[in-house]
């Protein structure tokens, strides 16, 4: 598995990571022993970083990874948290007080002294800009709560907003073969300014797995199922924002440029990978096949021929609708 540099934590991290959402409750049940079977086949198969939130299960995330790094005290697995959504969405929210109580429960969660790292989680837009923030993490950083901090945003105007922060170590993104704003400015500006990119949702809500059709039912309790329109969160972090009928055509054409012996899925995120600027590619994992495929995604070649395929469907399926959005 390959490894770069995650920004300025200096902490070489595999290009394929692992996103725990699903560990938590948001896309169907889990059960607790299904969730380390899918993060030991994530860490046998050569993936050393796994992301994660507080509100994921509303802490069911953070704690199943924490009973794994228990159980294996020999791993060095670099976990990146998020906070801040457990609240409501004003910036008023955004202190240094409540900061400490995000990070506490955190590590209790995870069962560490210190957090590798910690990013606000899509806070509203003026958090991006506002010195106090920034402030309030430096101090947990000199407290040794936290090793370093990033952001997780939805839109690029913030993504470029907190890389020009100087202690900004990572920015994490919605980037896929159906989202390609970031590669116009965002990867360009971080790689400049020495500032991790991690890639998330990159199968577009499993859009671009390929396995889904008209007829796909999803769960009460899933997100693909309730947030269609955006009734719970931003409507970008589901299918990432495509409408679901036309996304199934933009697959079939996807299928098409897929290489010989990779999957629809390994294919999406080998893509991604191949993006300069990128650091890790952050799929899911419902099972331990899944888990143990996506990681093997780091070793699809990606050709000009499909990198400009992926351009094409982009241009022609969501640029209007999508590019002016996030």
Known sequence: MEQRILGKTGRNVSVVGLGTWQLGADWGHVDPAQAQAILAASAEAGVNFFDTADVYGDGKSEQAIGKFLADNPGLEITVATKMGRRVDQVPENYTLANFRQWVDRSRRNLGTDTLDLVQLHCPPTPVFSNNE????????????????????VERTDE??????RGNTASVQIILNAFRLKPLDEVLPAAKAAN??????VPLASGLLS???SKDTEFAENDHRNYNRNGDAFDVGETFSGVDYELGLKAVAEFEQLVPSGATTAQAAIAWIAAQDG??????????????GANAAAASVAVTQEFDGGVRW?????????????W
């Open 133 to 152: 923030v920034y402030d309030a993490l430096d101090t947990l950083v000199a407290e040794g709560a936290i090793r370093n901090y990033g952001v997780s």
């Open 210 to 212: 390929g396995k889904y």
């Open 195 to 200: 500032v991790g990119v991690i890639a998330r």
């Open 278 to 291: 990128v650091t890790s590619v952050i799929p899911g994992a419902r099972t331990v096949e899944q888990a």
């Open 159 to 164: 993504a470029l907003e907190a890389i020009r």
């Open 313 to 325: 469907i982009y241009d022609h399926y969501f640029r209007e609708s999508i590019h002016p959005r």
